[in-house]
């Protein structure tokens, strides 16, 4: 009988505990949310709504950044070419290495070297930008500097450089877990139809893990888009127009952290700043839903077959 009494009481108490789980991770999940939608309105109102924000959005990415010339010339074409170069360089890099590091920690490995590897890369991504940035000054700036005879080491191919190491981990931790995942749960099966592993990795794994490959490369892009500090320590930090991988550019996070601190509060400079930054996060944020769709139809296409 006593049993019996203390069952439901039992019952109630883990009820009681699973909804306070759910509200926590409901109000978790909305803290997120609204966080994200004030970040996107305040950028919205800080970049001058109504007040010839559509001529902004142009200049955004047209023009040349002159806020001393009279009149001034507030265009940020070189920031967001420099920006594109940057990346492109580090994703071309960052890519391959990072693919081949996640497919040789997944299977190629043996265990007592995976055990080293895995906290390798996590050290690797906890490092701070600002070292980054110092290893590249004291290394790849007098390098290019000696080596291709330039008047600056600096460079938006030594900025790319540091920039495909700081991504390297995120794109290696992220495609090795998609690679882990798929021969965990095909590989049995696909050998036991006699099938080669070259054959297996092309034509099943490969495939499997292209979700989880595109979530990689997404990963490091975002990380790639968003560095600020070591990429304003190596492009060069100039308002330039670059016409090649070895001219000095100036990436859009540099560019709003060096004018920001020195910028009237609701100047045309000001607001300008503020449409860069807004621009830049709707750019990530329309990048990661692509990718979102993207793999949704890579999934179906994938089951349905």
């Known amino acids: 009988m006593q049993g019996q009494q203390d069952h439901p009481s039992g019952h109630d108490s883990q009820s009681s505990r699973d909804r306070i789980v759910r509200f926590l991770c409901l109000l978790a999940l909305i803290s997120g949310v609204g966080i994200l939608i004030l970040t996107i309105v305040y ?49 071309a890099i960052s890519l391959p290495i990072g693919f081949g590091i996640g497919l040789f920690t997944s299977e190629i490995a043996p265990p007592f070297v995976r055990r080293i590897l895995t906290p390798a890369l996590e050290l690797l991504a906890g490092i701070p930008a600002v070292v980054y940035g ?48 798929a021969f965990q749960e095909y590989r049995e099966s696909v050998l036991a139809l006699g099938v ?41 930090n100039t308002t330039a127009f670059p016409d090649s991988l070895l001219s000095r550019g100036q990436p859009i996070t540099a560019l709003l952290a060096t004018e920001i601190g020195e910028t009237a509060v609701n100047s045309e400079k000001y607001h300008m700043l503020f449409t860069g930054a807004l621009f830049l996060m709707l ?23």
């Not at 109102?45 to 924000?53: A, V």
């Not at 190491?165 to 995942?181: C, H, I, K, N, Q």
């Not at 990689?216 to 892009?221: E, N």
């Not at 990718?291 to 077959?305: D, F, N, P, Q, T």
């Open 134 to 181: 110092f290893f590249g000054a004291v290394t790849l700036v007098k390098w290019f500097e000696v080596g291709f005879q330039l008047s600056s080491g600096e460079t938006i191919l030594g900025a790319g450089i540091v920039l495909s190491v700081m991504m390297l981990p995120f794109v290696a931790s992220t495609s090795g877990e998609a690679f882990r995942a």
């Open 283 to 305: 750019l990530v944020l329309m990048l990661n839903l692509a990718i979102s769709i993207l793999k949704k139809r890579v999934y179906r296409g994938l089951y349905a077959s």
């Open 196 to 236: 080669d592993q070259i054959t297996m990795f092309r034509r099943v794994i490969l495939i499997r893990a292209f979700p989880g490959l595109i979530a990689a490369a997404v990963l490091g892009l975002a990380r790639g888009l968003g560095e600020t500090l070591a990429v304003l320590m190596l492009s060069g």
């Open 43 to 91: 950028l919205f109102i800080e970049s001058g709504i109504g007040k010839g924000f559509l001529l902004r959005a142009l200049h955004c990415f047209t023009g040349e950044w002159r806020p001393l010339a009279t009149p001034p010339q507030l265009g940020m074409a070189h920031a967001w070419v420099s920006t594109a170069m940057i990346t492109g360089i580090a994703l």
